[in-house]
């Protein structure tokens, strides 16, 4: 009751949706909902309201004084604290509760309060951003109209307009095409190829070169490499044994196709989260479903009951993370502290797997179907055992020992009532069917996470960064996007397109953004504002990866094998690097040379021995889905490339290239290397210190009785292989 010049003021009436429904919600619901509800407490509804808990009523209509509820908050008891530390609730909600409870704490008939329906300051609601339905924003006007090539630079510029910024100019010639080549197929222009770029005064110039590299087939090559981070794929089981799993590799050239096909995406996840059950069902759509295979297997559990939790909890954060961009495995033994994922949803997602689960003990198996039960030989791929699988129970605390209510597959209670339900097989069917229903949800238009996420992971492949930061999570925790319209306008766009990758591609290489230098004339104080260059206002530097790195050495060399497909090469491992190994050198037979001369994606990856080379540069973890590789420069880096025997054998084979082109001439010597490496002829103050370097180490290598000419020629060839201009693309 408030006083007023003319006697007392009624309080105005609390607004039970506006005030009191977030505050319950975030304050308290977490500990009184239906499930194991705090001292038998329930806030969902007024009956639990009213009703109150062990401790007597905790509501009393009119009667704040005999309500428990709000005496337990101006004590400061409720919310409990959190690590010891008091959690008060702050005046002004304490007096909305007050005022509520003053005035009869009124609730709306049938109103049933959802713990994930809104957004709070500790987790998200069913109202966070990236659940909410894909609409296509308005494409921005900004005043310098003539630096927009199409609609991705209008929001990146108006953006940038509005932080009182300007865009870096153009990258020139040179620098463009060799960003594009690394980004699109993974390898280096040769001169040859800059200059032609360079002399081409088409206007058309940039849409041209990037339309004939989409259409490369070493395109698909190099976008597969990163699903296959995301798919975990490796060759190897883990664990103590780390058998082999057979034809893995045809999965990978079965996502290299499918990139080079442009293979809509909803279908891409179709055929590999079902490709057994789809009714064209093809040796190829069984040979995708390798996607569920490539998660670790041990045949020796401690306790092979436990182990099948493991192995289904495997399939569901894969599955989640790949095209949800969710963490649905927290969920597994209690809700989900922070994104609207109800413990129940874990268990109805892992029940569309349930029934496919091979025992540890079948050792032969490898945790996955026989070829009879695929029904196609050869094949590393996925099936159920039967359409009637055993009940998948909710387990308390994920303990498999106090097992809880029965639960029926379904899709995520985040989406449409009509996904919360799945059709049962018919008669007839070999399948239950479950695996096709999640993909066909997943797939759907009506799935608000799917383009988002494949969106956001292509951009993050061309800058270097997503618009969200955070690419396998776009819930509560997720990196804020930088220009959260542009990645709606791009969304819509991949779905308006039917789903095809390849127009997206185009779109974002023939921007005005991405033809950016990495260079800008006000850097310093853009560093101040935008260290990171989330608005994009210059393009990012950035090193090779492994792949990249591995490959460009090879390429340059002369000895790169462009074949593609087929089974994986062994890469030379050094002798320390299997010490550990308890069958050492018999555990590794390296392949032929010619065989390791292909490119970086067709290595074998063996969990327990990837190679020393590729993982000093961040190659990616084999055990869990990766959709963003760790980026480092650490010295162990600068050490392989000067002393690895790969990176000295490249530059002795780039040595014996560079004499066979220019012969015995030390001036044609330099200029050939340098076209080979850099793609470009070396200044005048190179060739002097070109000249110097092979003369210098001439002198060292005659005195040891060496060929010094050759050796020479060799060690110029490693310097400009570890120089900057050829590790990193601007």
């Avoid at 961009?325 to 927290?330: D, N, Q």
């Avoid at 015995?664 to 070109?690: C, H, K, L």
Wanted: charged share 25%.
């Amino acid at each position: 009751m408030l006083a007023g010049p003319c006697g007392p003021l009624v309080a105005a009436e609390v607004d039970f949706e506006r005030e009191v429904v977030p505050l319950l919600i975030r304050r308290c619901l977490e500990c009184h909902g239906d499930v194991d509800a705090s001292g038998g407490l329930s806030l969902l509804t007024a009956a639990g309201a009213y009703k109150g808990g062990e401790s007597g009523l905790a509501i009393q209509p009119g009667q704040p004084a005999e309500s428990l509820l709000l005496h337990r908050v101006t004590a400061g008891e409720m919310p409990p604290p959190k690590q010891g530390v008091p959690q008060p609730l702050p005046k002004e909600e304490t007096a909305v509760l007050q005022r509520w409870i003053e005035q009869g704490a009124k609730w709306p008939v049938g109103r049933k309060l959802d713990p994930y329906e809104m957004t709070t300051d500790v987790r998200a609601g069913r109202n966070w951003w990236s659940l909410q339905p894909v609409k296509r924003p308005h494409i921005p006007k900004v005043s310098r109209a003539e630096w927009q090539t199409n609609p991705i630079d209008a929001f990146v510029l108006a953006k940038l307009e509005k932080e009182g910024m300007v865009p870096a100019p153009e990258a020139d010639r040179r620098t463009l095409i060799r960003r594009v080549y690394q980004d699109v197929i993974g390898l280096p222009p040769t001169q040859e190829e800059i200059d032609a770029f360079v002399a081409d005064a088409s206007p058309q110039a940039c849409e041209t070169l990037v339309e004939r590299l989409l259409a490369s087939r070493h395109f698909g090559e190099r976008w597969a490499r990163y699903w296959l981070d995301i798919a975990r794929f490796a060759e190897t089981s883990g664990y103590e044994r780390d058998q082999t799993k057979p034809f893995a590799w045809k999965y990978r050239d079965w996502v290299v196709k499918a990139i080079n096909d442009d293979m809509p995406f909803d279908r891409f996840i179709i055929e590999q989260l079902a490709g057994d059950e789809v009714p064209e069902r093809s040796v190829d759509t069984v040979i995708a479903t390798g996607f569920l295979r490539f998660g670790t297997w041990n045949d020796e559990p401690n306790d092979p009951a436990d182990y099948q939790y493991d192995r289904l909890e495997d399939l569901v954060h894969t599955t989640s993370t790949a095209f949800l961009g969710l963490t649905v495995k927290c969920a597994r033994c209690h809700d989900h502290k922070f994104d609207p994922i109800p413990q129940i949803d874990y268990y109805r997602m892992a029940s569309v797997f349930w029934s496919g689960p091979i025992g540890p003990r079948d050792r032969a198996l490898l945790g996955g179907p026989s070829a009879d039960e695929l029904g196609v030989p050869d094949v590393l791929g996925w099936t159920d055992l039967g359409k009637d699988p055993p009940p998948l129970h909710l387990l308390k605390k994920g303990d498999r020992h106090r097992p809880q209510q029965v639960v029926e597959p379904a899709a995520l209670s985040i989406v449409p009532e009509k996904y919360r339900s799945f059709t049962p097989p018919a008669e007839t069917a070999k399948t239950t069917g479950r695996r096709l229903q999640l993909a066909e949800w997943i797939a759907s238009r009506d799935n608000p996470l799917v383009s988002r996420v494949a969106v956001n992971r292509l951009w993050q492949h061309h800058f270097g960064a997503g618009l969200s930061r955070s690419p396998d999570n776009l819930g509560f925790h997720a990196d804020p996007p930088s220009h959260p319209k542009l990645l709606e306008w791009l969304a819509d766009e991949f779905m308006k397109n039917g789903w095809r990758s390849k127009p997206l591609h185009w779109l974002v290489l023939t921007s005005r953004t991405y033809r950016q230098a990495s260079l800008h004339s006000q850097q310093d104080m853009y560093n101040g504002k935008d260290s990171a260059n989330r608005y994009l206002w210059r393009a990012n530097r950035r090193r090779l990866d492994a792949e990249g790195l591995r490959d460009a050495l090879l390429a340059v060399s002369g000895e790169l094998d462009l074949r593609m497909g087929g089974p994986s090469f062994l890469p030379t491992i050094t002798q320390d690097a299997l010490e550990g190994l308890s069958r050492k050198a018999a555990a590794w037979q390296a392949s032929p040379w010619d065989e390791q001369r292909r490119r970086s994606l067709y290595m074998f990856s063996q969990r327990s021995l990837l190679s020393p080379f590729m993982t000093v540069f961040d190659f990616g973890d084999t055990n869990l889905p990766c959709g963003q590789r760790d980026v480092t420069i650490v010295a162990p880096q600068a050490l392989a490339m000067l002393n690895d025997d790969f990176a000295h054998g490249r530059s002795a084979a780039l040595a014996e290239r560079v004499k066979k082109t220019a012969g015995d001439n030390r001036d044609a010597q330099i200029r050939t290397a340098w076209s080979y490496v850099f793609g470009r002829d070396p200044d005048a103050n190179e060739i002097v210190v070109a000249r110097q370097h092979l003369e210098v180490q001439r002198e060292k290598l005659t005195a040891n009785g060496n060929d010094s000419n050759a050796m020479a020629l060799a060690s110029l060839c490693h310097v400009l292989m570890n120089a900057n201009e050829f590790l990193y693309v601007d």
